[in-house]
Each structure stands twice: as C-alpha cells, then as structure tokens.
C-alpha cells in the first residue's frame, strides 16, 4: 500500500500507513485481537487437517452412544466402546455429545467451516462493495439513458439494500433456498456489501481530483486500471477495517441462523450449529453450550477488537493524541 | 453540572425501578397462595400455534388439541381401543348390496333370468337355507330406468398422436336391479351368489346397457355406470338426546348430515374429504337417528365418525350469508373457511372456547351443561411457547403444568419429586424407506443387510434412554393387527456382509463395497429439525461406513424435503416416520397403485399378494377375519423389508405432582385417583376428572 | 428546504417501489406450499393440493400477483394463508406488543450508552476505557441466543420466578399496580438482552464523536478561555456529541422486526418478529412480503426522520440539501 511514498524522494518520511502500523501496535487490546485472529486460523488449518479424509486423525464422526455426553477430559469408557473407535488422544479433552462423538474434534472440524463462512461470505460483500463503489465513485457523473447519473443509481441501490431488515431478509432467502452451506455464504455476502461501497465510492471522490490520478488519466491509463493501481490502495484502510467487523458479523449471524434451524446443515460442522444443538442439552451436558459459545464468543471478540484498533490506527485525527 | 448529573440518575432510576419488579413476581411456591384460582386452571404448552379451530379444516396436532376439547364425535375409542358412542348413543353395521339383472341369462333351473325369475329364485333358495343367503335379511326389486348422460372418455389419437379426452353423450339404460339387505357386511357375498346362481354374475355384460352414438364405450367404463354388482355398506346411528351446543341450541341429526356437507362442499376444501368420500348418502332418520350409507366397502370409513361435529345453526347457508353482510363482503365467496367460527369455535364438548390469542395462548373453560357432568378443572389454557429449552423453564417456573418433554428430559427428572411423568407406546414409528426404483435397493438382500448393520437397540438404548421399542412392522403395537411373533431384524454387522457378498458386493482393496467396478454409494436423507431422526441418521451413516458403504447425508428442511425429494421419488434412502391410525388399511402406503408423484408410496413397493391381501384388508367388516389378514400383511411386508423398522417412539409428558383424578366415592366423598396412560398414546382420557390440589394427596388406585 | 423535501420524498418512493418488487419477487423462488396442506396425512390426494394453489391465486403469473397483492393490502383485503386472518391488523398488534419491548430497550440503551461513551471518551486509554471497550466488545460478539439462556437460567433457578411471555402466565393479578409491575419485570430480560447490541454500537459511536469535539479547535478555544472542566465537556463538547442520537433514530427503527426475532422466539413474546419467523416457517407469503415491506417502509420513514432532525440539528446539512 502507497509503495509509491515510501520509495520516493520523501523516504525519510514515515510513510501514513507505517504511521498507523505503529499506532496499531502501541493498541494492545487490538494486538491481542490480531493474535487471536491468527491463532484462529491456524486452529482451523491444523483441524482441517487432522479431520479430513476418510480416516482422519481425530475423527469427529465417530459415534459411541455408549459415551454419550460425558464431560470434558474424561476418560473413554474402555469396556463398552470398540477399540478401533476409541478417541486417538485417549481422553475426550472437550467432552462427548449427544451421540458420543468427540467434541474436541467437532470443535477443530468446525472451526475452518465457521472461518470459511465468515472469509467467503466477506469476500463476496467485498468485491461487490469494490466494484458497486469504484464505479460509482470514478464514473459517477456518467449518464444512463439520460435518466439518471450511475452514482445516482448506485446509491439508491444501497438505500434500497439498506432499508431492508437485514437479518429478516437472510432468514428469509435462505428459508426459501434452504440453508445449504453456499447459500448461507452468498445470502450473508449479497446483504453486506453496502458499507464497503459506501466506503470505497467516498474514497475514490476524495481522491479522483487529485494530482496523481489527473497524470494517470493523462498518460492514457484505463479507468479499471486506475481505479485497481492508484484508486483502491489508498481505500484499503476503510475496506480492511470493514472487512474484519464483516468477518465477525457473518460468524455471528451464521449461528443466529443455526439457532433458528436454517444454519449450515449436517454433516458440516460450524461452531453455530454446534452450539445450537448443544443448547437442547443444557441442562443435561453445559459443555455442549459452554463450549462452542465461549468459543465464538472469543473469535468474534477478537476479529471485532482488531477492526476496531485498525480503524483508530487509520484514523489521523485519534492518532495524534 | 446538571446534564452530567442527569447522566448519572438517569440509567440510575431505569435500572433500579426495572429491579424492583422482581419483588412484585411470584415465585412457583407463591402462585398458589397469591391466587388460589390458579388450581382450577391447567396449562399446557405446546410449540406451536393451532391454525383453524374447525374440525373439518384442521390438519395440524395443536388445533386438533383443542378441537377434540371443544367439539365432540358422534363415537370415539375407549381406553380397550374399542369404539365408544358420545353423541350417538349406539349403532348399527349392515349392507345393502345390489344385483343387476341381466334378462338374456338363464337360470341355474334352466328358467331365464327375468326380474322376477330371479327373485323366485332366490327366495325359494333362502327359504330352503341356502348358506349365501345365511346374512340376508330381506330381498325386493328395484325397477330399471333409463338415462342420458355426458361422460368423458379418452379416444385414441391419430396416427401415433397422444390421445384425445371429449366430452361424449351416452344413453344409460339401467335395467332393473335386487337389492338384498344383509344382516353384516360381507365382501364375499356376491362371489357366493356367483356359485349359487352357476356364475351369473360374472357373466354380466355392463356395455351392453350403456351406448354412444359416435364412440365406443369400453366394458370398465360401462361398469361405473351400470355396476353388475355394489356393496353399499350402512351405518345407522341411534343419537343421544338433550344434547347441547355451547350456545344452548340442542344437537340433532341435522347437524350430522350438516357436518357431512361441508366436509364435501368443494369450496371449503377440507382435508377430510378422502375420509368422507367412500360416503354416498347421510340421511337423517328423524331428530335422533341417522344414516350413512357407504359407496363401497371401505371399512376406515367408520372410525371417521370420531370427528367432531359442526353446530349447523350457526353455520348453514343463512347463517354464513348474514355474517358475510355483517362483515361487508361479498356473502358469494364467502364459505365456512371464511367464518369467524374459525376463530371462535362452538361445539358441544366438554370445554367451551373463550379466546384466543394468536401465538400467545388459547384459553377454553369448562361447559357446565356437558352431557356427562362438567369437568373438574375451570380453564385449560394452551400457551405457545416456540422454544423446547424456554418451555422446560416456565414449568420449572410453575407458569405451565405439562409439557411433552424429550427422552433425555425424562431421565434427568424422573425422581424429581415435584413431578409426575408418564411414558406410554405412541402410534407413530420411525423408518429407514429405500427408493426402490434404484437398482442397488431392488435386491431384498441388500434392504435386508442395510437394517441388520444397525444396532437399533443401541439407538433405543442411548438415543431415546429407553423410551422406545423396537417394531417390525407398519401396524401400531398396541392393536391386534401387529403380529408379536414377527422377528425384528438381528443386529448382525458380519451377516448383513455376507448377505452383501451373494447379492455380489464385495470389499475392494481400499474396503469400499463395490459390485463390477461400481462402489455401493448413495444418500441418505431427512428432515431437519428432528433431533431423534437426525440421530439416526448419523448412526446408520456410521454403521453403514463400517460395512464398507459410501454414504452421504444430508437435512433439509420439511417442504423442500417433501415437496423437492419425497413426493417426485428423487432420493436414494431416508428416514422418515409414520403416524399410524387405529385402522387396518394399509392402501396408500404400500399399494402398488400407489406409486405415482406425491403419492404415499414413495418407496415403490410392489407385491401383488401384498396388493390383493390390502384390497381385501379395508373391504373387510369381520374384526377377526380383518385381523388375521393384517397379521399376514405385516408378515409379507417384514419379509420383503421395503423399509428397516426402527422404533415406536413413547409419546412423554411431565405433569406436576398435584395433578391427580378426582371421583365421587360411593358415600359421596371425593376419591383421589392417579393418572393413568391410556393405549391410544395420551393421558387425557379422564381428563375430565383431573384437579389440581394445593398439596400433594394420596391416591387411591 | 422545500425541494430538499421534496427531492428525497420522491427519491424514498422508487426505494420503496423497488423494496416492494424485490420483496416480492424474492419469495416466490420458494418451493413448498402453504403449510396447512398436510402431505403427509395418509389421505390427502394430488387433487386437493392443486385446489390448494388455485385458491391462493399461486397458479397465476408473477406480475398478476404482484399487483393483486398489493392492491389487496391496500384495500385491506389482504388475508393470511395460515389463518385467513386480514394481515394488516395482525400486523399492527404485533407492531403494539414489540414496541413495549422496542421503548425499553430504547431507554435502555440511551441511559447506558451515553454515560458509558462520553466517560470512556473523556479518559481515553484509562484501564476504565479499556476495559469498558472489551465489555462493550463483548456483547457484541455473543450470540445473543447464548447469552439469553445463560440468563434465563441464571435468574429461573435462582429466583424461581417466571421471565417467559407478556406476563406471569395463568396467574390472575391482584391488582393494577400487580399487573404492571408484572409485566415490568418480564420486560427486563428480553430487552435488556435486546439492548446490548445497541448500547455497544451506540456507546462506541459517542465515544468517537467525542473524541473529535474533544480534539476540536473549538473545544480547545473553550478551555483556553478557562471554563471549567465541565462546562466544556458537558455544554460544549456534547451538544454535537448528540449527532450519534440522530442517527441511531434512523437505524433503530428496522431493529423492530429484524432484531427482535431470536429474543422473542426465545421468550415466547408475541411480537412482530416472531410473528415474521412463524409465517417464514409455514410459508404465509402474504406476512412474509408484507413485513418486510412495512420494515422497510419504517427504515424508510426513520432515515427520513432523522436526515430532517439532521437538518435542525446541523446547519451545513441544509446547506448541502439546498446546494
């Protein structure tokens, strides 16, 4: 980002982006965030790997109803499960469920799911938001039909997608196009894009007036291409900021619906349809609620402490206090 | 600072007034003392709202629920299964069957076959103790008659075209018919009749009555308008008098016959028209008899009487027109669908509609005027409460007093002192089905080892904590056409891969299952929603796996589910549940007839025994015979295995311990008594006796 | 002024023309039928399922039943398929028990919000504001249906009181002052749990708002003038640290039915989100289309309404607005 600054004449000036580099680190709540976030994805990434395949290192598939619902790191009951489907580990580390599959191995199974959910369905949000706001902003004044500017049809199109409930309309759709795992990404992507083209057409009008994209323009540069070399960079900021809270959100919503029955469906795992059927049992196993609720408690925490320290990062006027 | 002073007081004073009202809330021990009325109430939740509180409209269980409250049949079933008559007090089965006399015949003495030769005959036969004419109680002739009418056929088209449906006059010359009244049904009859008259009826040519100008009718087509023969089964009901509606206005067969009507009325579009269909005519015989007479055998068709009956003064044509004008519409299109009826029901059950309060609660309180004596309780409230683990709560909080609760519920509060909890065989299983359209499910051998990988008892055992049995078969376990001598299926993992091995499966080197080069793979299917299906599902997927076999499983939700998968046929296996009836008739599950779209038998089976042994099974009116031929059905279908037959589930409740029967003793004191579970899978059979006391009393029984 | 008005009326009736088609057509990708058709009763024939569809209209063309639908809601006609009830009123009092719910949440998170984000603002980078900033955080990012047992669990088996529906159910009152206080308390739960989400959001927004006036020339004018403390954080600073209020006025509105349908199908509280989860369930289009039509006429409503206290509030907006 802004390489162009940072190798310019002006070298001994830090570059804006290093500036809040450096603001965001001095934010240990947001650091701790980061952390967490990336502690994440290797959690995911090493549980896609040990659950996967057709025999995975720790199978989260394994049933044993004669190990139903016992608590976290108990000790497999050795006489009435079979030994080939006795947990890898020894011991159930987060317990057992309803059905006595390991509820550790669920969790690792799930928690790729759940982070795919979240990436994809924010990369969907993103590039619409992209695009919708890159058009906006850099051909704006373009006329369609006489009728109407394109901006003008590309905000009213966000008030539109605003107005709606959001959540009531994702329930709705993916009710109508039953809750399978694509659908619930595109539903979640299709209903927040907003924000980062709001964000992005901002961006872009402050900046296409500006002396940089003027000599672009002139030496003959394509409008996508300057809107993607010159344009997009100085947006990241925004985009990436949104990008985080987007991730938090579709991880929360994706349980939200699984709490309402129109989650990921079986046999996906995600962490929100573990909780939600874990809280039949409430009273019965707490560590089927407790669990994966905590869980997703903290990952959203996180994903939103880290947003929230690169927004202020980004921020000039928080960062000279 | 003011404003920083307001800052402070204001979140302050919302916070504490907000706390403070807990004081003010009564705890579960308070609610009685504060308000003592809450004993005469009972409150029951359910997950769902009632839908249209009409009998003959409904179809979903929470109006039924209130609808057997507030409305009453003429029969119902008593705790032996058995019927018992509520609004009618008694009742009688017999047949009218008819004979169409076919001139150009002889008879057996070699006289021909005129109306009145035949008749001769027979009644010199009767009275000689003919055994086919054992059950006739009385024969007469009918006098033939003549008819124009337009029907539809359908003619072939030219040349390789599709064919061509026109509407085509006909000229129905109905020649002169016995009619024979018989002491029982009898399905057997005119087979008899054929012997006795050295197969006349057989020889009965229906086309030769019916002509068309321009087409030719075919003899089937004759036969639906000129039957050689017809059963035309007759319930007659003897009605109790003084009966009365809520309103006061006493019920008579009128309102039978009214009830009728609007289930037929095609503009109600009730979902029990298939029940009342088989009915020809309802005939009111005088204020307090009635009679149904049925177009052909079909013995379902009484048990349909247990469904509630309308008042029709409040709802008949007139009735319906001055409420349409009332309520400013247009009184044409303005059917019973339309009434406010609907939401404000009036019956002449034991309990009388008082409101209703759309997804909140229903509340019905006690008819003081019921024919056998007013219920002990005052109110029964119906609260919808759509959240399983939020309902467990409110009984916890003492603000309900039973729920349906889950097995593992069951479990945990089973010794809890504060409730009561009954378990009892419900009516409805759960099933693996098998599309067997697919060529892998064709062989019995597979359906066979599919169901003996699954250790059923495991699932009962763990997944249900015992609050289920095992079953073999489509008939509830509880009545006599369920066969106890049919042997479930073992759980027999290294039989079920034998049996794979001679139907050609066999391991491959990475141990998938797999039959030349092709691996034995599909899908299995159910809805979502359903914790103790979905565990299932996930056994069998395991069970399955362990065998060798490629299974894939997916939920989706209920109507895609139906309407996408199970109606079009397009699924390899599911697990689904039936919710059985009381009666023997198997036709629409298990009819090879049956397996078109969205019809019941989606699994495709088809056995010509089976078949005949199912016509023959709702045509029969003899209790035992009918019996033995269930047993023999249930035997045929458990051999052929079309489904693996899990369980029947136990239909839960919890109530809370102060709940308990109250009779009168012989010295007129009250008697304490338990509640009972009854056979038809519920508790409310006395349910007019129950009270709530302050303390827990000691019962009698 | 006027044009303003008159330029963003006509520019909110093409969203809500558009709200209205896309409502619409979004429902009918649905397969499935009216629930009340039980295919799964053993006796019900193909016969009646395709009368089923005529009567509801479904066999005719999508824009004939756009425009039969809406002219029918218009005219009030408009039934049900569930319970051939007329929508709009069952709409209307479902609108009536959420709004209780919907005010005390409201106050709910006005009282907190504001306190939380000018004192977090005022000692920024304080442990207080640390530690406030991950509280807040937090409540954003628990499921909200975790949180609400964790709760009603909490307070059932410590207290033994009920907390589920408008009141203590089948508990006759004593008295008035009984009855409100009753339904007071069985308001606590379900709205503080649907008020986290808007104290956190809202309490964030005042906290950054302030910190822009704080730093503001004008402020920093204010004090060196030697007013107190106070008075300048109090008089100056929060009169356009209201600006946040304005704007949530707007955003609030559509939490009415999108926000409200976890809580009130948890605790059973017959409002309108519960009312939209239901007809979701049982594919009652007619209730589905019509509430997220009256949402988005309400979000509608409540941009409007706050872009015109934005226009008292904030002169520059006029002056953009008349531009």
Redesign the interface.
């Known amino acids: 980002m802004a390489q162009g600054a940072a190798t310019g004449p002006a070298a001994v000036m830090v570059s804006p982006s290093r500036l809040a580099w450096r603001s965001f680190l001095r934010d ?2 947001a650091v701790a965030g980061m952390m967490a976030c990336t502690l994440f994805f290797v959690v995911a990434l090493f549980g896609l790997l040990v659950t996967k395949g057709d025999h995975p290192v720790l199978d989260p ?3 044993r ?2 190990d ?1 619902f016992r608590a976290p790191l108990s000790l497999p009951n050795r006489l009435a499960v079979p030994i080939e489907a006795l947990p890898r580990l020894g011991v159930y580390l987060l317990g057992t469920d ?4 390991d509820v550790f191995a669920r969790m690792l199974e799930g928690a790729f799911v759940s982070l795919s959910v979240g990436f994809v369905a924010v990369g969907i949000a993103v590039a619409i938001g992209i695009i919708f706001g890159g058009i906006a902003g850099y051909y704006g004044r373009v006329r369609i039909l006489r009728l109407m500017s394109v901006d003008t049809l590309i905000t ?1 199109l966000i ?2 997608a ?8 994702i ?3 993916v ?5 399978s795992i694509w659908n619930i990404m595109v539903v979640i992507g299709l209903t927040s894009w907003e924000g980062t083209a709001r964000f992005v057409r901002a961006e872009i009008l402050a900046l296409r007036e500006q002396d940089f994209v003027q000599a672009a323009r002139a030496l003959g540069v394509s409008g996508p291409r300057v809107i993607l070399r010159h344009l997009l960079p100085n947006a990241v900021a925004p985009v990436l900021v949104s990008a985080t809270l987007g991730i ?1 959100g579709a991880i ?1 919503t994706e ?2 619906l699984s ?4 989650g990921v ?3 996906d795992a995600t962490w ?1 349809n573990i ?2 059927d874990g ?6 196993a707490w560590w089927l ?1 407790i669990i994966p ?1 905590t869980a ?2 903290v990952i ?2 996180a994903f ?2 880290f947003g ?1 320290g690169l927004r202020e990062a980004f921020n000039p ?2 960062r ?2 | 600072m003011r404003v920083k002073r307001i800052l402070i007081l204001a979140p302050t004073l919302v916070g504490l007034f907000l706390l403070q009202s807990y004081f003010w809330v009564p705890t579960f021990e308070d609610q009685v003392k504060g308000d003592p009325g809450r004993l005469t109430r009972y409150i029951e939740t359910s997950i769902g709202d009632a839908s249209i509180l009409n009998p003959t409209l409904a179809a979903d269980s929470a109006s039924a629920a209130i609808n057997t409250l507030v409305f009453e049949g003429l029969i119902d079933r008593d705790l032996d299964l058995s019927f018992r008559g509520r609004l009618a007090e008694a009742w009688e089965i017999f047949e009218e069957a008819y004979l169409t006399v076919d001139e150009t015949q002889r008879l057996p003495d070699g006289a021909p076959a005129t109306a009145d030769g035949l008749l001769r005959y027979l009644e010199r036969a009767r009275a000689a103790g003919e055994p086919a004419l054992k059950l006739v109680r009385r024969v007469e002739l009918l006098l033939g008659r003549s008819s124009v009418e337009q029907i539809e056929v359908t003619e072939p088209g030219p040349e390789g075209r599709k064919p061509v449906k026109r509407q085509v006059e006909v000229t129905v010359r109905q020649p002169p018919r016995i009619k024979f009244t018989l002491r029982e049904v009898d399905q057997d009859f005119f087979t008899k009749i054929d012997r006795l008259l050295g197969g006349y009826v057989d020889r009965i040519d229906p086309s030769r009555f019916v002509k068309a100008a321009d087409s030719i009718i075919t003899r089937e087509r004759a036969a639906e308008l000129v039957p050689p023969t017809e059963h035309n089964p007759v319930v007659l009901f003897r009605l109790r008098k003084g009966i009365l509606f809520h309103d006061g206005h006493e019920f008579d067969s009128g309102d039978v016959k009214f009830t009728y009507e609007a289930i037929m009325a095609p503009e109600n579009l009730s979902p029990r028209v298939p029940d009342f269909e088989p009915v020809k005519a309802v005939e009111p015989l005088g204020r307090y008899a009635v009679k149904i007479t049925y177009k052909r055998l079909f013995e379902p068709g009484f048990g349909s009487w247990t469904m509630g009956i309308l008042p029709e003064h409040l709802l008949n044509r007139d009735a319906l027109r001055a409420e349409a004008v009332r309520a400013g519409r247009d009184p044409k299109g303005f059917s019973l669908r339309h009434s406010q009826f609907n939401r404000s029901p009036i019956g002449s059950g034991s309990f009388q509609f008082d409101a209703w309060k759309t997804d909140q609660f229903i509340r019905l309180t006690r008819f003081d005027r019921y024919w056998e004596g007013a219920p002990n309780l005052r109110e029964y409230l119906f609260r919808i409460i759509p959240d ?2 939020t309902a ?1 709560v409110t009984f916890y909080a003492g603000t309900s007093d039973a729920y349906g609760a ?1 097995p ?2 069951v479990e ?1 509060l089973r010794h809890d002192p504060r409730f009561q909890n009954f378990s009892r065989l419900g009516l409805g299983y759960t099933y693996i089905g098998y599309n067997m359209r697919r060529p892998i499910f064709q062989d019995v051998r597979v359906r066979k080892a599919l169901g003996m990988a699954i250790n059923v008892q ?2 009962i ?3 249900l904590y015992g609050q289920a049995e095992r079953t073999t078969g489509p008939y509830p376990k509880q009545t006599e056409f369920y066969d106890p001598t049919v042997e479930p299926l073992p759980y027999d993992p290294e039989g079920a891969l034998t049996l794979l091995a001679d139907a050609g499966w066999r391991r491959n080197a990475e141990g998938w299952l797999e039959k030349n080069g092709q691996p034995l793979a599909f899908t299995l299917i159910t809805n ?2 359903n ?1 103790v299906r ?2 299932v599902m ?2 069998a ?2 069970a399955w796996r362990r065998l060798g076999i490629k299974v ?6 209920w109507a ?1 589910f139906i309407n996408e998968r199970v109606d079009k046929g397009d699924f390899d296996a599911l697990i689904l549940g039936w919710s059985m009836g009381l009666d023997a008739d198997l036709y629409q599950i298990f009819h090879s007839s049956q397996t078109g779209h969205f019809q019941l038998n989606f699994v495709g089976y088809a056995n010509p025994a089976a078949d005949a042994l199912m016509v023959r099974i709702r045509q029969e009116y003899n209790r035992e015979r009918q019996v033995a031929m269930a047993r023999r059905l249930h035997r045929l279908i458990a051999v052929d295995q079309p489904y693996t037959f899990l369980f029947v589930g136990k239909g839960l409740t919890l109530l809370d311990r102060k709940l308990v029967r109250m009779v009168e003793g012989a010295d007129g004191t009250p008697r304490y008594l338990t509640i009972v579970p009854d056979k038809l899978g519920g508790i409310t059979f006395h349910f007019n006796e129950w009270v709530k006391t302050a303390e827990p009393v000691l019962t009698t029984n | 002024m006027l044009s303003f008005l008159l330029r963003t009326g006509w ?1 909110k009736l ?2 809500l023309f ?2 209205s088609v ?2 619409f057509a ?2 009918h ?3 499935g039928e009216p629930s009340q058709i039980d295919p799964m009763n053993p006796r019900f024939t193909p016969q009646q399922l395709e009368r089923y569809r005529k009567a509801f209209d479904l066999d005719q063309p999508l824009h004939i039943q756009y425009l039969r639908f809406y002219r029918r809601l218009f005219t009030g006609e408009l039934r049900s398929f569930k319970d051939n009830q007329p929508v709009l009123p069952k709409i209307v009092e479902r609108v009536w028990n959420s709004l209780w719910l919907f005010l005390a949440g409201t106050i709910l998170v006005w009282c907190a919000a504001f306190p939380l984000g000018i004192t977090t603002a005022i000692r ?1 980078n304080s442990v207080l504001d ?1 530690v406030t ?2 509280v807040v ?2 409540l ?7 949180l609400a ?2 709760l009603i ?1 909490f307070v059932v088996q410590t207290f033994h009181v009920d907390v589920i529906g408008l009141r203590t159910f089948g508990h006759q009152g004593r008295n008035l002052v009984w009855s409100f206080m009753d339904r007071t308390w069985h308001l606590v739960l379900p709205s503080v749990l649907g008020a986290t989400a808007g104290i956190a959001i809202l309490s ?1 927004y005042v906290r950054a708002q302030m ?2 006036v704080i ?1 503001s020339d004008y402020v920093r004018t204010a004090r060196a003038k030697g007013l107190d403390e106070d008075t300048v954080l109090y008089k100056h600073a929060l009169r356009n640290g209201l600006l946040p209020f304005v704007t949530m006025l707007g955003l609030i509105v ?2 009415l ?3 409200s ?2 809580i009130e ?1 948890i605790f059973a509280w017959p409002g309108i ?1 519960r009312l ?2 239901e007809a ?2 049982s594919r009652d289009y007619p209730i ?1 289309i019509t ?2 039509f009256v ?2 006429l309400l ?2 409503v409540g ?1 409007l309404l706050s872009d015109l206290l934005y226009m008292v509030v904030d002169p520059r907006i006029r002056l953009e607005g008349v531009e």
């Open positions: 240990r709540i598939r394994q049933v109803l004669a139903k309803e059905l006595g599959r009213g008030d539109v605003l107005s709606f409930p959001a959540f009531f309309l329930l709705t759709v009710a109508i196009l039953r809750p938090a929360l349980s939200a709490f309402l029955g129109f469906p079986p046999p929100g909780l939600s809280k039949n049992y409430l009273f019965d609620t609720g997703i408690l959203v925490l939103n402490l929230e006027r928080l000279q206090l | 399983l683990l467990e889950q593992h519920q945990r495991e699932i055992d763990y997944v979502s929603g914790e979905k565990a996930v056994v997927q395991n894939e499983t997916l939920t989706m939700e895609v | 520019k093409w969203t558009f709200i896309i409502s979004v429902i990708l649905a397969p920024r640390k900033t991950v955080f937090a954003i990012s628990i499921p909200g249906f975790y047992y964790l669990i964030r910190l822009e730093t559509p939490g039915v999108g926000g349908v976890i199908t989100g939209g989860y979701i369930l589905v509430l997220n949402a988005a979000t509608l941009t």
